[in-house]
Structure formats: structure tokens, C-alpha cells
């Protein structure tokens, strides 16, 4: 699954996308914040880390921003450029350092959470979209080649769990993923704490709101209550209030925004 942040691609007049979903990673993208007098801009649960690269900065600045968990302002200078790369949902970029868990609500300065300082000016120094993605690739390719990650037991259960809470888009039930692995609920739910800082009902959660975003994204005239129903949600309230929570938005208030502002259509795959 993708996961989104709505309102960046909102503030620009173009938002570069460019999937991959290899090697961790799930996409490349790139925007100008375009909002006048914007300093911020909002970010809501996804599950992912970016890497971020301010291409207008007057030197070298990236950072390693972690899940919100709830909406929060993401740092952004009206009238600069961002390229970025998310990672797919629960994958931690193989050279930063700590736990997925310690980049939650966290927005780090590269090169001090484990990045490589040429990583920063070499992105921040070529010419276009296309040309960022393709370095950080073979970039990303070589420091994969190069590291030996460890085999343990609790990695593979972790790989194992995030795995299926993605597969089913958080629609899942924890009990279930223990009953099929042989693992107790509360070894599952000590296991993805400890590296994912965030209980795997919680990160569940994120994950089915944002299939549902996406969903009302790409279908901005559905039912409210047929989204709620179709993503596992008790009822229409229960689906209200998480949306609320998430983005400050009722869905009603955010499909009038994406169908005014035509979001879908600022979107350009490359």
C-alpha cells in the first residue's frame, strides 16, 4: 500500500510522483510549497519515514521525518522546493540509526540519525526530479549490497507482522496474527512495541484510515458510510471520529477541499 500526505500535494501546483516499491522504498516524490505565507505544513498518521530534502535551501538541509500519530505540522518554507523518498509503511532506511520507533513524531537532521552528509549536498546539487531519483537508487542499492543485516527471530517476526497488517490495509485483527504465528497476543504486542514505538493496533489504524483516504482521494463523491463499512469501521461515527482525529477534518470537510482544490489532478506521475 501507498500511503499519502494530502495536504503537501496541496500546496503546490504539481506534485512529482515517481512509485518504486522496491527495496523499501514506495516512492519518490517532489513539490513547491506554494501556499503564501505558509512556514508549516500539516502531516498526518501514515506509518512511514521520509527522508527529506530541502532543494532551495541556501546550503545543505534533509531531514528523517518519522509517523505522526496524530496531525502535526511538518516543517516547510513557503516558495522552496522538497524532493523526497517515502518508505513503505513499518521500513526503516537500512542506514539510519535507533528503531523505527524512535523516528515517531520526529523530523531529525540527516546526517546526524546515521545519513551521509554527501548523500545531502549531492541531492540538493543535481538538476532535476528524474536525476535524484535514479542517484538516490543506485545510492540506496549499494548501502543495501554493503551492510550485513543481523537474522533474528524477533526481526523475522516483525517483518512477518507488518507484512500482513499491510497486505489487509490494517483491516486485521492482532489475536488473529498471533493465533497464526504460534506467538502469544502479548509477545506480539511486546515485540512491534519495542521496535515500532506504537502498539500494533495503533499502527493497524493508521493503516486502515489511510486506505481510506486514498479511497475518498481517487473517489470523492462515495458515501461516507459506504467508505466506513468498506474499511472495517463499526459505523459512521466511529469513521468520523478517526478521521477527525487524524487529519482535523470530518470527510465531509475534506472531500469538499480535494474536489475544490482538484487534488487529484496536481498529482503527475513520472
Not at 85 to 108: A, D
Not at 206 to 215: E, G, H, P, T, Y
Request: aromatic share 14%; with cysteine; proline share 5%.
Amino acid at each position: 500500500m501507498y500511503s499519502i500526505q494530502p495536504d503537501w500535494a496541496l500546496s503546490s501546483d504539481i506534485y512529482k510522483k515517481r512509485i518504486i516499491n522496491d527495496m523499501g522504498i514506495a516512492h519518490f516524490y517532489e513539490f513547491e510549497v506554494k501556499n503564501p505565507g505558509l512556514a508549516v505544513l500539516p502531516s498526518i498518521p501514515d506509518g512511514c519515514i521520509d527522508l527529506i530534502f530541502d532543494i532551495s535551501y541556501d546550503g545543505d538541509r534533509a531531514i528523517a521525518a518519522g509517523t505522526v500519530l496524530e496531525r502535526t505540522k511538518t516543517w516547510m518554507v513557503e516558495g522552496h522546493t522538497y524532493f523526497g523518498m517515502r518508505f513503505l509503511p513499518g521500513v526503516k532506511p537500512v542506514f539510519l540509526e535507533g528503531s523505527f520507533g524512535s523516528y515517531n513524531h520526529e523530523q531529525l537532521d540527516l546526517p546526524i540519525c546515521g545519513g551521509d552528509q554527501f548523500l545531502t549536498e549531492k541531492m540538493c546539487e543535481l538538476p532535476d526530479f528524474d536525476s535524484r531519483c535514479n542517484f538516490f537508487l543506485d545510492f540506496y542499492r549499494k548501502k543495501l549490497g554493503s551492510l550485513e543485516l543481523p537474522y533474528t527471530t524477533t526481526s523475522e517476526i516483525m517483518r512477518s507482522i507488518v507484512s500482513e497488517i499491510s497486505d489487509l490495509r490494517g483491516n486485521v485483527r492482532i489475536d488473529s496474527i498471533a493465533e497464526e504465528s504460534g506467538y502469544t497476543s502479548r509477545y506480539i504486542e511486546k515485540v512491534f512495541r519495542d521496535a515500532m514505538g506504537l502498539s500494533p493496533k495503533k499502527y493497524a489504524g493508521i493503516l486502515k484510515f489511510q486506505s481510506a483516504i486514498d479511497f475518498i482521494d481517487k473517489n470523492p463523491t462515495s458515501n461516507i458510510c459506504d467508505v466506513a463499512t468498506s474499511f472495517g469501521y463499526y459505523d459512521q461515527p466511529a469513521f468520523v471520529r478517526t478521521f477527525k482525529k487524524f487529519t482535523g477534518l470530518t470527510p465531509k470537510e475534506y472531500k469538499n477541499i480535494i474536489k475544490s482544490q482538484d487534488y487529484m489532478n496536481k498529482i503527475v506521475l513520472m
